[in-house]
């Protein structure tokens, strides 16, 4: 049979090119080269520090304090011997060496800055400063000369990533890309930034209070969804390394419609209060309005109530939020929303010691959720006594995690409500 013919490039010969193949187990996955910035807060959610060669997408809403955090992290390398670099296209010199008095420090004082919008002098700022750190504050403020579209601009984003990265991997800098939020929610230009970089941290939480949130949503190098909590106060960010106690301050004491439920994102257990209000809907249809939770899980959550509860719940406008600006992804906190939204319906508060966690199914079950153990423990350290929680994750609890704390056991969401309400 004549063989078949095939072209240079798809021939096996590879048109004359040899690779060299290695077998993983002879790889050396040599532990890339991390810089703790010694801001625990900040590297815990870079699962131990930003790392040489690594690039960080930094999102958050304007004012929430991106450019303070930056700055600290900064100040916090150099002192550690590190050299800084702070380019920003957002601000002034000036202006940038003003937020920095108030920050402190005398680190501070040995960071490189450099004021432009150029994306060529960025490069250049780069390769005579050798930095072993970088932030570049906004990546949409830095346009290449040599194209003509605008500063912003999808194209323009697209280059000075891709051009910056290329950078930081060639010279080995750990590097941050601070990106604007649109009102959407999302890293203002093309989702591509996010699959361009390696790490994506955003920056959260509600300019009405001082507490803020870092979590990483993707990490090459470490952890995603690891979180880390800060406090805004005058003097810059500084580290919240008990949140439990900071979100349950102001938690009031018998009220319906307040439930302390226990969240675990990345690894770390954290205490949130759940509140609902229940009113009747006065005008037209009934509003319902979440904030700090997931809208669709509201709406799934009501259904639930009313067809497997008996909750006549159709005609009242329902409120839910997460005390203090907080926001939840995981559903271990749909169990507290509900039994928080039959609180205020039925207009009977839970008992003030009562921690409750787990997934409401559509059958109206409760299904078990990822570390059950730190949960009790950390509702434990925060002086509670009682937890409901789904019946199948009481069977991850050891004798000594079940000490000193009731756990009250649920099948389904109408068990829980009646073990929390009584
Ligand atoms: P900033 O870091 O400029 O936010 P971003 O870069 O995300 O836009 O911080 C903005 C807010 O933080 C500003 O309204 C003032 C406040 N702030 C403090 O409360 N304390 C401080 O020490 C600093 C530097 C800022
Ligand atoms: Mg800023």
Redesign the pocket.
């Known amino acids: 049979m004549k063989p078949t013919t095939v072209s240079s490039r798809g021939s096996p010969q590879g048109g004359g090119r040899t690779l060299k193949l290695e077998r993983i187990a002879d790889v050396r996955a040599d532990d890339a080269r991390r810089y703790p910035t010694g801001i625990g807060e900040l590297d815990r959610a870079l699962g131990g520090g930003p790392v040489a060669g690594g690039v960080i997408l930094l999102g958050?809403?304007?004012?929430?304090?991106?450019?303070?955090?930056?700055?600290q992290a900064l100040a916090a390398l150099a002192h550690r011997g590190h050299r800084a670099l702070y380019l920003t296209g957002?601000?002034s010199a000036a202006q940038v060496a003003l937020?920095t008095r108030?920050?402190g420090g005398e680190a501070i004082e040995s960071v490189q800055l450099l004021a432009t919008n150029s994306l060529e002098d960025a490069e250049v700022a780069i390769m005579q400063v050798e930095p072993d750190v970088v932030v570049v504050?906004?990546i949409q403020t830095v346009r290449a000369e040599e194209l003509s579209s605008p500063m912003g601009s999808v194209g323009q984003l697209r280059e000075a990533t891709s051009r910056l990265i290329d950078l930081a991997k060639r010279r080995h800098i750990a590097m941050f890309l601070?990106g604007h939020i649109t009102k959407e929610g999302t890293i203002a230009g093309p989702k591509v930034l996010e699959h361009l970089v390696d790490t994506v941290l955003s920056?959260e939480g509600d300019?009405s209070h001082a507490f803020r949130l870092i979590r990483a949503s993707k990490n090459r190098f470490g952890p995603a969804q690891e979180v880390g909590v800060f406090e805004?106060?005058?003097?810059?960010?500084r580290e919240v390394p008990d949140p439990s106690a900071l979100f349950l301050a102001e938690r009031p004491r018998n009220a319906s419609g307040s439930v302390v439920s226990a969240t675990a994102e990345g690894t770390r257990p954290l205490l949130v209060e759940v509140q609902a209000l229940v009113a009747p809907a006065v005008y037209g249809s009934a509003r319902r309005v979440a904030s700090g939770f997931d809208q669709h899980r509201l709406a799934i959550l009501l259904a639930v109530l009313e067809r497997k509860c008996g909750l006549q719940i159709g005609d009242h406008d329902v409120f839910a939020s997460l005390a203090g600006g907080m926001r939840v992804d995981e559903r271990a906190v749909d169990l507290a929303l509900a039994v928080a939204i039959a609180s205020s319906f039925r207009n009977q508060p839970s008992p003030a010691d009562l921690v409750i966690f787990g997934e409401v199914g559509l059958a109206g079950e409760v299904r078990s959720v990822p570390r059950a153990s730190q949960r009790v423990l950390e509702a434990k350290k925060l002086g509670f006594s009682t937890i409901v929680m789904p019946l199948l994750s009481t069977e991850q609890l050891s004798d000594y995690e079940r000490d000193g704390v009731r756990i009250l056991p649920a099948r389904t969401l109408e068990e829980a409500i009646d073990l929390a309400l009584g």
């Open positions: 958050g809403d304007p004012g929430i304090g991106k450019s303070t955090l930056m700055m957002e601000e937020r108030r920050i504050d906004s601070i920056f300019r805004m106060v005058r003097e810059g960010l």
